[in-house]
Nanobody, 114 residues
Framework: QVQLVESGGDLVQAGGSLRLSCAAS????????MGWYRQAPGKQRELVAT???????NYADSVKGRFTISRDNAKNTVYLQMNSLKPEDTAVYYC????????WGQGTQVTVSS
C-alpha cells in the first residue's frame, strides 16, 4: 500500500514558477514509476510527466521545455518544477505511483492568473 501526499500548489501569475512535491509512504518507492497528472474544470485528467525507477522521463507536449519531473528516492519524494506557467496550466495536479497497482494522491490546486 502506498499513500501519496501532494503539496506546493498555489496561485501564481503567468510567467511564474512553482515546485510541486509528492511525498510517498509505504515501502518500495524506488521501484515505482511516478507521475504527475492534472485535471482542469470540465476536462479529463491528463498526463503531465512521468519518471521511471531508472530515471527515464516522459512529458506531455504542452509542458515540454517548461516542466521538469525529478525524484529523490532517499526522501520518497517526487517533484514537478514548473516554469513559465500559463493560464492554461491551471488545474488540480495529482501525483501517481504505478507498479502492479496504481495509487493516487488527493491533488493540489495550481491557479495561474493572466
Amino acid at each position: 500500500q502506498v499513500q501519496l501526499v501532494e503539496s506546493g500548489g498555489d496561485l501564481v501569475q503567468a510567467g511564474g514558477s512553482l515546485r510541486l512535491s509528492c511525498a510517498a509512504s509505504g515501502s518500495g518507492f524506488r521501484i515505482y514509476t511516478m507521475g504527475w497528472y492534472r485535471q482542469a474544470p470540465g476536462k479529463q485528467r491528463e498526463l503531465v510527466a512521468t519518471i521511471t525507477s531508472g530515471g527515464s522521463t516522459n512529458y506531455a507536449d504542452s509542458v515540454k521545455g517548461r516542466f521538469t519531473i525529478s525524484r529523490d528516492n532517499a526522501k520518497n519524494t517526487v517533484y514537478l518544477q514548473m516554469n513559465s506557467l500559463k493560464p492554461e496550466d491551471t488545474a488540480v495536479y495529482y501525483c501517481n505511483a504505478q507498479l502492479i497497482k496504481i495509487y493516487w494522491g488527493q491533488g493540489t490546486q495550481v491557479t495561474v492568473s493572466s
